[in-house]
């Protein structure tokens, strides 16, 4: 383990948050519905609690993950992770519009801000963060339409009954989880920088 306990539990109520608003958007919208399984478990907001607890464990282990791949960049700075949140919650909220789009302007379009999020803010281990994102992700959720615990709307479900963009979108979020470890560990400039040396 990279990171402290207490840090690890941060970005685990911060990927739990963010994952309550996601859920919001698509459960609000009718993209997803939860059925009957889903509600043996309570509820926080419009999510069954397993929901965000899986979230916010793939922030953290993501972000744990990037520190083990290799040194953190000193550049790294906490408006990475703001922009990047931000246009991971934007990508979110866009895909309740993707409804009845062909796949491949629907993928395209959640595609592009993930790679831009990449190119501005990430670097080659974000990469690998972000791909295993996008396949452990919307595998699980795949898993999770098979087993009759929650569904797509019938215009958004070709991948394997799950949204075909869940991958790219995943991926984003693997990215911005990786900055996340990079800034966890980041450390302010020293206060003697920039100051004239003693003589």
Do not use: N
Request: with cysteine.
């Amino acid at each position: 383990m990279k990171l402290r306990l207490p840090v690890l539990g941060a970005l685990f109520l911060l990927g739990a948050a963010a994952s309550l608003l996601g859920d919001h958007f698509h459960v609000s919208t009718l993209t997803t519905a939860y059925l009957d399984r889903a509600h043996d478990v309570p509820f926080l907001w419009d999510s069954p609690i397993w929901f965000p607890v899986l979230v916010g464990a793939g922030t953290a282990g993501l972000a744990d993950l990037r520190l083990r791949l290799g040194a953190p960049r000193t550049s790294v700075e906490p408006r990475y992770a703001v922009g990047g949140i931000a246009a991971v919650l934007g990508s979110y909220a866009f895909t309740t519009a993707l409804g009845g789009f062909p796949d491949a302007v629907s993928v395209t379009l959640i595609a592009a801000p993930a790679v831009l999020v990449w190119c501005f803010i990430g670097d080659r281990f974000a990469v690998v963060c972000g791909v295993l994102a996008a396949v452990v992700g919307p595998a699980i959720e795949i898993a999770l339409v098979k087993a009759d615990v929650f569904k797509y709307s019938p215009d958004s479900d070709s991948l394997f009954g799950v949204g075909p963009w869940l991958p790219p979108l995943y991926f984003g979020f693997g990215v911005v989880a990786s900055v996340l470890g990079e800034l966890a560990v980041r450390r302010p400039p020293a206060a003697t920088q920039g100051q004239p040396a003693r003589t």
